[in-house]
C-alpha cells in the first residue's frame, strides 16, 4: 500500500512578510502527517465517505494534478500536528498525499521533492483563495532549514523558484536551504497550542486589508525583513542567543501587525524566562507559539501552566518520504 511521511514546519522568521515577497527561515518538524492509498470499492478519507468540496487539498491534487479517473481510493491520514494550528498541516498532507498518489501511480519510481513541493503550494494556493508563500509546503517537501524569499538570499543553497497569481499581484519566490550547525541542532523547540485555530487565510487577507487602510504598518514587513535576516545570520553562525534575540524582536513586530492574541502573548511571556527566544509562529490570530530553548521539559511546563498545550521538536527534520507497510 503506497504511503508516505511528510513533517510539518515551524517558521521562525518572517511569516507574514514572505506574501509580499520578503524573506523567511522555516525548520521541518519532528510531527507530521501520514498518508497512505488503496483501491477501495468507494470513495474514503478516515473510514468515512470522502466528500471532495470539504478537503479542497486532497481533491486538487486528485483532479487537477494527477487528473485521476481510476478506481475509487481509500485514502487514509495519520497526522501528529495540531490542525490548522500554524504547524502546516496542510501542507504536510498536500506533500504526503502527493507522494502517496505519485507512488501509487508510478509504483518503480523515486519522488522528487521539488515537484512534490509545488504540487502541494498550488493545493495550498487553491485552497487559501490564491494567496500562500511556498514556505510550508517547501519546507514540509525538502525538510532542514528552508529559507523563502522574493530574490536570492546570500549564504544559502538555491533549491527552485516559484511563482503565484496572487489578488494583490503576481509573486515570485527562490526557495533555498541552508545547513543547521552542531550547536542549533542541540537545542530543542518547543511549540505551544493556544487551543484555537488559526486560519492562515483570514489572516493573511487580515494583513493585507490593513496595509492597504494603514500603508505605514508596510514598515512592519520591513523590520520583520531586516529580524529575518539577522536571524539568519545568527543560525547559520550557531549563535543561539542573536537567534532567540530576533525571534523576541520578530514576536513584537507580529503583534504590531496585529495577529497574536492575549493567549499566545501569555504562552510567549510564560516561555521566556527558561527560553533563548519566544514568539508566534505561522499566520496567528490563535495557532501556536515557539520557543527556543535548552530546557524543553520546563517550556513544556511553563506553556501548560499558561493554558497551552506543548509539543517538542528539534529543529530540521528530514523532508517528505515514501514509507513501506
Ligand atoms: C503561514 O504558515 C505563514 C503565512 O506567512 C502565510 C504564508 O506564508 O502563506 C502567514
Known sequence: ??????????????????????????????????????????????????????????SHIIQNIFQYSGPPLDIDVNSSLFSAAGMGSSAALSNAFGAAMYSYLNPDEEIDAVKLAKIAHSAEATAQKGRASPTDTATSALGGCVVVSGSEVPGTRHVFDTSLETPEGSREWSINTVDIPQGVGDAWLVIGYSGTGSPTGRMVAK??????????????????????????????????????????????????LEVSTIKLDQMVNAARPHSLGAKITGAGGGGCMVALTHDPNRVSEAIEVAGGRPLMTRLGAQGVRLQHL
Open 1 to 58: 500500500m503506497p504511503s508516505a511521511f511528510a513533517p510539518g514546519k515551524c517558521i521562525l522568521f518572517g511569516e507574514h512578510a514572505v506574501v509580499f515577497g520578503h524573506p523567511a527561515v522555516a525548520v521541518a518538524i519532528d510531527q507530521g502527517v501520514r498518508v497512505s492509498v488503496e483501491e477501495s470499492e468507494m470513495w474514503k478519507l478516515e473510514g468515512a465517505s470522502f466528500d471532495p468540496s470539504r478537503h479542497p487539498h486532497i
Open 207 to 256: 494583513v493585507a486589508k490593513l496595509i492597504s487602510e494603514v500603508p505605514e504598518r508596510m514598515e512592519e514587513m520591513e523590520a520583520i525583513a531586516n529580524i529575518t535576516r539577522a536571524g539568519l545570520a545568527a543560525l547559520s553562525a550557531g549563535n543561539l542567543d542573536a537567534l532567540g534575540m530576533a525571534m523576541d524582536a520578530c514576536h513584537e513586530s507580529l503583534r504590531k
